[in-house]
């Protein structure tokens, strides 16, 4: 069961920021990057933490691609309530720049006659965001393989207090020859009423004891985007 706490650890470290509530270990450095392809577009990301101390993990979170929001947030997570039981919480804060979409203000002139002028067009604006999470989760024995459960949820609000939830529910496996078998359902949704869900199954391969690489699928429930996953993990 230790060797499945671990491993979660880079599962879910590599999915940005659904990190999960185990702390990393102090002083060691993980790293992935990631690139999605789909239908529409291509998205690249890089994810980072670094064990500060027992109970403080520090990170970065960037992503960025030509169509879909781009961010750069730094972050902090901790252990909450009673850490020596099977099922373990978290807390996360982060701070950062995240690009969103708004329609500009402005000023309606009509001089003379003819059809009014068209309105202003949404346009993205990197702004400021406040991220908090909280995560739950606990290691677990299922098909005779160890493997973990979890949930992860956070709040991203920027400096127009429009703020954005989302919510990743994540079940592992751990093989025999020590890669890993994931599936992710993630969610998410706007105070201003837009909302979506994606399935994202993978399999992690490990090539050594500090190195993996994910092979996965992103699909929507909601909608009809899918995407590749293609993704390098580090542990140093």
Known sequence: M??????????????????????????????????????????????????????LTLGLDLGSSLSRTKQAIAFA??????????????VQLGLGYAERWRIPPFKLV????????????????MRPVVQTGFSIGKGIKLLGRNG????DTRAEADDALAT????????????RKGHMLIVQLQTG??????SWASLAPSVVMELSDSTHVELGVTASVTGGHHAARLGLWQKF
């Open 110 to 125: 009509v001089t003379g006659g003819g059809p009014l002028p068209a309105l202003p067009a949404a346009r993205p604006k």
């Open 189 to 194: 949704a706007t105070d201003a009423g837009q």
């Open 164 to 175: 954005t939830y989302q919510a990743d529910a994540t079940v592992g496996l751990t093989t």
């Open 148 to 151: 973990w459960l979890s949930l």
């Open 2 to 55: 230790l060797r499945a706490l671990a491993v979660t650890l880079l599962c879910l470290a590599a999915g940005g920021a659904s990190a999960g509530p185990w702390p990393r270990t102090k002083g060691e450095t993980f790293l992935s990057t990631s690139l999605e392809a789909g239908d529409t577009d291509t998205y690249g990301a890089l994810y980072a933490e670094y064990g500060a101390a027992p109970s």
């Open 77 to 90: 997570r901790w252990p909450v309530g009673n850490t020596d039981t099977p099922l373990r919480m978290a």
